[in-house]
């Protein structure tokens, strides 16, 4: 072919040695793999959030339509004042979710990935096979099951164990519950992969050494799994801040997200400015968010990695 | 602290015994019985969901209240135009972009994975904020460039291009976890054996990161298949399974969509376990 000519040429006939050698040709060789995954990132991730930006600082009529671009950072304020119970309710719905989340994840996964021996991976299968039904499907299930005569209260209420009265759905209770189950995943997967990565024999060791199995677990597997913990943070609060799915099925007026207000401005008031100027909000809250995350553990850990592959 | 890790599976350490040597006390029943009963609470949406496809409700729309069983919305799967429609869509879409997403992806994680250059510490930083930003910000940050582009109809070509988009990071990292865990001397052999560096990619390196390659394709499928929230924003009329799906929840859900999901998740769960067995099989072999 034509590179082999080429490289022969540039190359030493002697075999190349590892990292070195390396003609100018070669040295591009990286840039233009890179290149149409770059440039399509660049037109369809970066452009847009410079062009949200833009839209969050426009205004004009919302019923004419035209808008027109004149760094109305009023928008801002405007926005934080008048939704300030929402963005306060996402952010708190999310912690809860997300410390909620941890918790039930982490003795699951710890037992999976120290005890689950040669089963570990079916049984880690069977923990993600629900998550094959798709996420709006799912969330509507829990309509089902939490309904006022649904699959649970349905036979407690015929037989008198609750009042006609009792209710779950539309409360913040339901909302928190349906984000935990959406994004438990998430939590799970990150955290199993650190928690499968420790070496099992420091846990030996700390044993022959007179730990209890508290003691082992306190003051080794704990501290070895907190890239997963992090990564299980960020791979969860993220998503749950930004939801709308779970507050507009299982929720009712009083759990409001602030994804649910920039999902009606943007696609039902079509008051662009004022939506974009929202989502820059929660842009910026994640990316200081991320930043964080990345100055601790970098951009390339696996956990991070597995996670999201999940 | 995970190069300890590392170093011992390198070595080729036989996979550590269970840490502790069984006792008997009730004590160690706690975790196991509580992973089961997780197992059971995250499948349980899924039980609901498989039921109510047999619900013998008196009209066309699905209610928590049980009937009774029948068979009738599984003789009369296709009796909802609107879902037919839609999720024709998505099953147009979904293959159309995870074959775009993986080509591309691949390409990205290849680069990522093998090289060093210069650039790579910022693609690196793009490929984590595309899976760190929320994916509300995406959609809205999406559709705000359409409007604003004005020549790019909104429907079916923006649900693909933004499907691609949010699919080659997950792609390029899957690519990228393989080509890092690759023993470049391999690579070097067949070089050495005088493959130029094509032949050598195609006979050597291809094969090796085929499983990730796959791994991505399917990624890349399920993504744009499940995906709501990116394409609530960027479908304008075109309408997605999903979409259709929580459209129709305001009125009632037809249970033809229960029926639908249910084999949409045999299918996913069919496709799990012949790759779980593949693996095995390759494993030992």
Partial sequence: ?310 | MSAVATDARAVGAPAPAPVNPPRKRWTRLILPVYTWLMILYLASPVFVMILYGFNNIPGERNVPKWFGFTLHWWRDLFGVPGMVSALKTSLVVAPVSAVFAVIIGTLLGLALGRYRFRGKPPVNFVIFLAIAVPEIVLGSSLLSMFILLKWIPIGIVTILLSHIGFSIPFVAVTVRARVQGLDRSLEDAAQDLFANPLTAFFKVTLPLIAPAILAGFLLAFVLSLDDFVITNFVSGTTLTFPIWVYGATRIGLPPQVNVMGTLLFLTGVLAAVVNVLVQRRRARV
């Fill in chain 1, 1 to 310: 072919m034509a590179t082999e000519g080429a490289d022969a040429g540039a190359t030493p006939v002697v075999p190349p040695k590892r990292g070195k050698s390396y003609g100018d040709r070669k040295r591009l060789v990286p840039y233009w793999l890179m290149l149409p995954g770059g440039g399509y990132l660049l037109v369809f991730l970066i452009l847009p959030l410079g062009l949200l930006t833009f839209t969050s600082l426009e205004s004009g009529g919302a019923f004419s339509g035209n808008f027109r671009f004149t760094w109305e950072f009023a928008n801002y304020t405007q926005q934080i004042v008048q939704y300030q119970a929402q963005l306060v309710r996402s952010v708190e719905y999310s912690i809860i979710v997300t410390v909620a989340a941890l918790l039930l994840a982490y003795p699951m996964t710890y037992w999976i990935a120290f005890y689950g021996g040669r089963w570990k991976s079916s049984i880690l299968l069977l923990i993600l096979v629900p998550f094959f039904v798709s996420f709006v499907l799912r969330t509507i299930q829990w309509k089902f099951l939490l309904g006022d005569n649904g699959l649970i209260f349905g036979p407690l209420k015929s037989i008198g164990l609750l009042s006609e009265h009792f209710h779950v759905l539309a409360t913040p209770f339901a909302v928190i519950a349906g984000m935990t189950y959406s994004y438990l995943p998430f939590t799970a997967l990150p955290l199993y992969v650190a928690l499968e990565r420790i070496d099992k024999r420091l846990v030996e060791a700390a044993k022959d050494l007179y730990s209890s199995r508290w003691e082992a677990f306190r003051h080794i597997v704990l501290p070895l799994s907190l890239p997963g913990v992090f990564a299980a943070f960020l791979l969860t609060f993220v998503p749950a801040t930004g939801d709308y799915v779970n507050a507009s099925v299982l929720g009712g007026p009083g759990t409001t997200m602030i994804g649910n207000i920039i999902q009606q401005k943007f696609l039902s008031e079509l008051n662009y400015p004022e939506a974009a100027a929202l989502s820059v909000i929660l842009m910026f809250a994640m990316l200081i968010l991320a930043s964080i995350y990345a100055r601790i553990l970098g951009t390339e850990d696996s956990a991070l990695a597995a996670g999201v592959a999940g």
